[in-house]
């Protein structure tokens, strides 16, 4: 079984107004850990230069990015230098201090024995960790891993916005970085994405911890952008898993559920509307004409959702990609 420490493990971390947080959370990270990419996104506090001054760890590299673009966008530029100097397990923390550095080898450990190709972070496991989390964090995570399931097929996951990651260098060189969202959406995108290679993602228990820090997260301004977001990414996921890449009786489920339900709405509004306005009584025949194709729909809209979910991935790919340099 292979230890963490005969890997070469990167860690990205993006920066952002986290001047206050940042050093104690440098000082934190282990031994394990080979090479430390700081990302400057274009903060207002310079938290680059703060981190240049005064750290002297020969692990911790620098990168600064010309203009703001997220905390995805700041990954991304972290992703790309961890591929193109060859470290094997990319792992992401946030320099805010709520991630725990101690925890790195939990997050390791399942993709280098083979078990997985990316493992996240999940702050709901123990029920006595979510006591500190404010409520609307909590609400707000409930709706978005719902959402996120829907659009990711990762039926088993929760917690999607959850920043504490890692992952293989060969499944991340063949992800699409570019087309990748950059701000809040990136964590759920990045479900997504991995969904369309077959990843095997792990959910790895972790406290949830808040101190004096501000979020940047308001949830009635970011909610819209994840509905649409997740909206689109489950319509691109139904098409290539059932349509281009595989057709399967889940397929013809889909159709003809989605048909007779819609045809059973329209026909029993239609008729309930017009036998409304002229005072005559809906006979039971259309009644039932009306209904049976609703209920045989749902049925068949329910098969396809129990197809779905026993069909999340659970053979780690990592291991089958073609190498690639990740360079871009």
């Known amino acids: 079984m292979r230890q963490a420490r005969d890997a070469r493990i990167g860690v990205v971390i993006p920066c952002y107004r986290v001047t206050e947080q940042i050093l104690s959370v440098l000082a934190a990270i282990g031994p394990e850990v080979g090479s430390i990419y700081v990302v400057d996104d274009a903060c207002p506090e310079s938290s680059g230069r703060f981190v240049q001054e005064r750290v002297h760890d020969s692990r911790v590299r620098v990168l600064f990015r010309p203009e703001n673009g997220g905390v995805g966008a700041a990954v991304m530029t972290g992703y790309r230098a961890a591929l193109a100097e060859g470290c094997e397990v990319v792992v992401k923390i946030d320099g805010d201090g709520q991630m725990l550095p101690k925890l790195l080898p939990r997050f390791v450990r399942p993709i280098l024995e083979g078990r997985a190709d990316y493992t996240k972070g999940n702050r709901f496991f123990n029920p006595v960790d979510v006591q500190g989390m404010p409520p609307v964090r909590l609400f707000g995570n409930t709706i978005l891993s719902f959402m996120t ?22 499944l991340l060189a063949h992800l699409p970085l570019e087309r990748i969202a950059t701000r809040y959406f990136f964590e759920s995108d990045m479900l997504f994405r991995l969904g369309t290679l077959r990843a095997v993602v792990l959910d790895i228990p972790m406290p949830s911890r808040y101190a004096d820090e501000v979020s ?8 819209p952008g994840f509905l649409a977001g997740n909206a689109r990414n489950f ?6 898993n059932y349509f281009l890449r595989d057709f399967s009786i889940a397929s013809v489920n889909f159709i003809a559920g989605v048909l007779l339900f819609a045809f059973g709405v329209v026909f029993g509004a239609w008729h309930w509307l017009d036998n409304a306005a ?3 009584v809906t ?11 609703v209920i045989l729909g749902l049925q068949l809209l329910l098969s396809f959702l129990s197809y779905d979910i026993a069909a999340v991935p659970e ?4 291991s089958l990609l073609p190498e690639r340099d990740g360079k871009e």
């Open 149 to 170: 399931k829907l659009s990711s097929g990762y039926w088993t996951l929760f917690d999607p916005t959850n920043g504490y990651t890692a992952i293989h260098a060969r």
């Open 315 to 318: 053979q780690p790919v990592h």
């Open 235 to 240: 319509c691109k996921r139904l098409v290539y």
């Open 216 to 223: 940047q997260l308001r949830i009635p301004i970011v909610l």
């Open 283 to 293: 006979t039971s025949g259309t009644v039932m004409l009306a209904a049976l194709p």
């Open 278 to 280: 002229h005072g005559v």
